[in-house]
């Protein structure tokens, strides 16, 4: 689709392309005949202003670029919401991108993000390791970024997070206070997922507070984040004893559950299972899921009131937001 410009306006007219984008801005110095007749061609054409050109005259685009690591959950769409919430009422317009947890295509997105001259980045990372390099090089140019849920290795930002230790801890109680002496853990791959590593350590705590005993064999992490790699891993410790499964991800959660199904295993009576992420996909099986709740709108919100903050008073200071998130108990993980 080809957008008219004031160039087109000026050949049409045969004026110059001063005259008429001097007519456009009202200049007094323009006689209103000639305005009047530039004015009515551009409504003809159907000229429309570039409220990005406009915003650069002012220093800033007003506009937020998002990056998410992958749009097939409900978890990223949540915290969109909420990022566009904020960022509407404050006439920001908001650019998204999923990097499809590819950390090549998280910073391919990041490099036409800069090309867009975005005034602020919010970020949930593919890889707490990778494009360290270029997010710090960003903010070092004065664009500032935040990062939510899954933040990145030695670089000093504003989060929005959760406290996913502490969280899995009362998770994995739950399962022992139901009973539960032999829980698996499914878990992301540890050095892409700082989070993985959080709920892992919570996992690990509650095993050895309750003095049960831990099992290297039931205790891995998934090959990818999908429901099939969920379905996968259950494949991969059903010669081991475990009555109950603690998943990184509701995906992964639900793809053990299901996988467990169809081998006859009955859940709860049989296996227990629990996931971490609370999006509407842990409602709409059977039986429903027990999860972790991250506030997901709230952290979205959080996100952009910070990046807001931070475009708008031009501040360096690194900020902390822990957003607490609910254990939600659903009849996956009924007591005996």
């Known amino acids: ?7 087109d306006i000026a050949k049409e007219l ?12 009202d200049d007094p110095n323009i006689s209103k005949e000639t305005r009047d007749k530039i004015i009515s061609t ?19 685009t007003k506009t937020i670029g ?43 997105n990041l490099e036409v993000m800069k090309q867009f001259m975005i005034d602020g980045i919010i970020v949930c990372l593919c890889d707490y390791h990778k494009n360290t390099d270029i997010f710090q090089k960003v903010m070092d140019s004065g664009v500032p970024v935040v990062f939510y849920d899954r933040i990145p290795y030695g670089i000093k930002a504003p989060e929005v997070i959760i ?13 022992i ?27 690990i705590e509650a095993i050895k507070r309750y003095g049960l005993q ?44 299901n996988r467990l199904k169809s081998l006859g295993r009955k859940i709860p009576k049989d296996i227990a299972v629990a996931g971490f992420s609370g999006t509407e996909l842990s409602t709409i099986v059977s039986p429903q899921l027990t999860t972790v709740e991250p506030p997901q709108f709230e952290m979205g919100q959080e996100a952009a009131r910070l990046i807001i903050k931070h475009i708008d008073n031009d501040s360096s200071t690194t900020e902390e937001i822990v957003v607490d998130a609910n254990i939600i108990y659903r009849d996956s993980t009924e007591d005996y």
């Open 14 to 25: 045969v004026v110059s392309v001063s005259t008429v984008s001097r007519a456009l801005n």
């Open 177 to 203: 206070r139901s009973g539960r002496k032999h829980i698996a853990y499914i878990g992301a791959n540890s050095s892409v997922v700082y989070n993985s590593v959080l709920r892992h350590n919570g996992y």
């Open 214 to 257: 831990y099992n290297p064999s039931i205790d891995i992490e998934a090959e990818g984040l999908s429901y099939f790699s969920g379905a996968a891993s259950v494949d991969r410790i059903l010669k081991e004893e475990f009555d109950a499964i603690f998943a990184f991800t509701d995906t992964l959660a639900i793809g053990a559950m």
């Open 163 to 175: 406290d996913d230790e502490t969280k899995a801890f009362f998770l994995v109680e739950h399962l």
């Open 66 to 108: 998002v990056l998410v690591p992958e749009m097939t959950t409900p978890y990223a769409a949540r915290v969109i919401e909420g990022i566009q919430n904020v960022c509407y009422a404050k006439n920001y317009k908001v650019l998204i991108a999923s990097a499809s947890e590819d950390w090549e295509k998280e910073r391919m």
């Open 1 to 7: 689709m080809k957008y008219v410009t004031i160039k």
């Open 42 to 60: 551009a409504h003809r054409m159907g000229y429309r202003r570039n409220p990005v050109a406009l915003n650069l005259k002012n220093g800033n």
